[in-house]
Structure formats: C-alpha cells, structure tokens
C-alpha cells in the first residue's frame, strides 16, 4: 500500500498534528457557586441580577455556550404559589 501525499491531505495531517490537547476549565467549587446565588439576592443592578441569573442557569442546566447562545425561548414551569409575590 503507498503512501498518499496529495496537498489536501498533507495540509490536513499537518493541521491535525499543530492542533493542541483541550484543556477543560475546573468546575466552580460549591463556595463560588453560593456566592454567585449571594449576587442574586444582593446585587445592586437589575443587569447584574439578570446576569448572574443566567450564569446560574446554564450551570443548572448543565449547558454550553453554544446551548445558551441558541435559545430561542424560556418556559417556566412551576406550582401556584412558590414563585416569589405568589405569582402563578
């Protein structure tokens, strides 16, 4: 069998081997975690509120960047009563 070396696959082999390992951020430990739903509560600005909101969101959720950029809509399900103001 001969060895093939055409420009598209060398380019190719070439990329694959510049490429580096990903790396995968650390999880949020549970104390940054509480801070973060401390902002929640604490946060002087409604941006910042709404910000933190989503960050918190997405780690529940367990969603990627790309999961959150793709949102289209947002469904609250909950029982009567439980949401703050006693709203349904």
Do not use: H, W
Request: hydrophobic content about 40%; glycine content about 6%.
């Amino acid at each position: 069998m001969g060895r093939v070396s055409t420009r598209p696959v060398t380019g190719l082999v070439s990329c694959i081997a510049s490429c580096k390992a990903v790396v995968d951020a650390r999880a949020l430990t549970v104390a940054e975690v509480q801070i973060l739903e401390k902002q929640l509560e604490t946060a002087k600005y409604a941006l910042d509120r709404y910000y933190v909101g989503c960050l918190l969101f997405a780690l529940y959720s367990r969603s990627s960047c790309s999961d959150m950029a793709n949102l289209a809509t947002f469904e609250l399900e909950a029982p009567s009563g439980c949401l703050k103001g006693g709203a349904s």
